[in-house]
């Protein structure tokens, strides 16, 4: 089992960035695939971003292609997502997630999920 715990979020400009992390607690954070989703009022929870394993491939969402930049750190057992570029259409809450098996594309892969930490981009 893993615990999830988000950080980073905030009020930002739009045009400006910040940097999602998600510390995992456990000793099998690199056995696991992992992700960031976000939910905005009123809307279901999307996928935003996966990885694999090693962290070698990374897989996006075409809304934050080559904004965002997901990575990992399996020493400090760690999940980042660098956000760039950001729209006021990037507010919501920013869940992280894990899954043993498989990457994560979609919700219903998910394994673990992260409280969430809530992103608020202004215009």
């Known amino acids: 089992q893993v615990q999830l715990v988000e950080s980073g979020g905030g009020l930002v400009q739009a045009g400006g960035s910040l940097r999602l992390s998600c510390a995992a607690s456990?000793?099998?954070?690199?056995?696991?695939?992992m992700g960031w989703f976000r939910q905005a009022p009123g809307k279901e929870r999307e996928y935003i971003a996966t990885i694999r394993r090693t962290g070698i491939n990374t897989y996006y969402a075409d809304s934050v292609k080559g904004r965002f930049t997901i990575s990992r750190d399996n020493v400090k057992n760690t999940v980042y997502l660098q956000m760039n570029s950001l729209k006021p259409e990037d507010t919501a809450v920013y869940y992280c997630a894990a899954s043993k098996d498989q990457l994560l594309f979609e919700a219903d892969r998910v394994d673990y999920w992260g409280k969430g930490t809530l992103v608020t981009v202004s215009s």
């Open positions: 456990g000793s099998t954070f690199r056995s696991y695939y």
